[in-house]
């Protein structure tokens, strides 16, 4: 009887762990499928100098597998595209023009938001150690960066969602410093 009782016991206590990596699987699945995305948005950030938290609000577009947009609309019109590894910003009549290859301590930031977006893995995992939690209806997935380099400006990224949609994205600074980026409906076309 006690033979048989550590093994079932052991079984018990992994059984969770197999649920968050089967739930886990199926979210970046999920995520992999949906080939382009529209919703709306509001950032908050928290910055310890200042009394009040800055806002910004606009769109967020999604088209797989590398192309995000992010187009504020309040309280400054400013455009910011990632499509292949390049970072275009466009703030009123100026125009900027990032090559990533050129800033690498900057891809493992820009691959927390593009490979949860694509369901890829892998990518995270390169950057970040994950921890997943919940089920696939409602679920937080916490990326803690592996690099000391990354870990110098972002302490962690607690990405929250339920099935293939994000709702919220908190990115932590060392220094206590953070945003809040809120991700809302559909926009409709």
Same mark, same amino acid.
Request: hydrophobic share 40%.
């Given at each position: 009887?006690?033979?048989? #009782?550590?093994?079932?016991? #052991?079984?018990?206590?992994?059984?969770?762990?197999?649920? !968050?990596?089967?739930?886990?699987?199926?979210?970046?699945? !999920? #995520?992999?499928?949906?080939?382009?995305?529209?919703?709306?948005?509001?950032?908050?950030?928290?910055?310890?100098?200042?009394?009040?938290? *800055?806002?910004?609000?606009?769109?967020?577009?999604?088209? !797989?597998?590398?192309?995000?947009?992010?187009?504020?609309?309040?309280?400054?019109?400013? $455009?910011?595209?990632?499509?292949?590894?390049?970072? %275009?910003?466009?703030?009123?009549?100026?125009?900027? *023009?990032?090559?990533?290859?050129?800033?690498?301590?900057?891809?493992?930031?820009?691959?927390?938001?593009?490979? %949860?977006?694509?369901?890829?893995?892998?990518?995270? /995992?390169?950057?970040?150690?994950?921890?997943?939690?919940?089920?696939?209806?409602?679920?937080?997935? $916490?990326?803690?960066?592996?690099?000391?380099?990354?870990?110098? %400006?972002?302490?962690?990224?607690?990405?929250?969602?339920?099935?293939?949609? #994000?709702?919220?994205? /908190?990115? %932590?600074?060392?220094?206590?410093?953070?945003?809040?980026?809120?991700?809302?409906?559909?926009? /409709?076309?």
């Amino acid at each position: 009887m006690r033979s048989l #009782l550590k093994p079932a016991l #052991l079984l018990l206590c992994l059984q969770p762990a197999f649920a !968050a990596d089967a739930d886990l699987q199926r979210v970046m699945q !999920a #995520l992999a499928q949906r080939q382009h995305g529209h919703v709306s948005f509001v950032e908050r950030k928290f910055i310890a100098i200042l009394d009040q938290p *800055v806002e910004s609000s606009g769109e967020l577009l999604f088209d !797989a597998p590398d192309r995000l947009e992010k187009r504020t609309l309040r309280p400054k019109a400013e $455009d910011l595209v990632l499509q292949g590894g390049v970072v %275009t910003a466009q703030r009123g009549k100026r125009s900027y *023009v990032l090559d990533l290859q050129q800033y690498p301590q900057i891809v493992p930031f820009v691959e927390s938001i593009r490979a %949860t977006l694509a369901g890829d893995q892998a990518a995270l /995992e390169k950057y970040y150690e994950l921890s997943f939690t919940g089920r696939f209806e409602r679920w937080t997935l $916490d990326l803690i960066p592996r690099e000391a380099r990354l870990r110098r %400006t972002v302490d962690h990224i607690h990405i929250e969602g339920g099935g293939d949609r #994000l709702h919220r994205v /908190e990115i %932590t600074e060392p220094g206590g410093d953070r945003s809040v980026l809120i991700i809302g409906a559909d926009v /409709e076309q």
